[in-house]
């Protein structure tokens, strides 16, 4: 893992700059995120985070709406 190991948002942005995806982990599930794309997740990459959006028929997709520092 070398330097990227140091920070937990260093660490997400270079797995998603190498071909990562984001992603919402909460308790023991992992919800991929939809809309890579959404501006919110680069500024948030690594955090507790309180998120928004509408979850796929499947229950494993999320669509992005709002992103917030958790506690917020």
Do not use: H, R
């Not at 890579?36 to 796929?56: I, M, P």
Request: a positive charge; charged letters at 25%.
């Amino acid at each position: 893992m070398g330097e990227m190991g140091k920070k937990s948002k260093e660490c997400a942005l270079a797995c998603v700059k190498g071909g990562a995806k984001y992603v919402l982990v909460s308790g023991d599930k992992v919800f991929e995120i939809k809309n890579q794309s959404f501006a919110a997740l680069a500024t948030n990459a690594g955090a507790s985070v309180q998120l928004t959006g509408d979850v796929d028929k499947d229950g494993k997709i999320i669509t992005v709406t709002k992103v917030a520092a958790a506690g917020k």
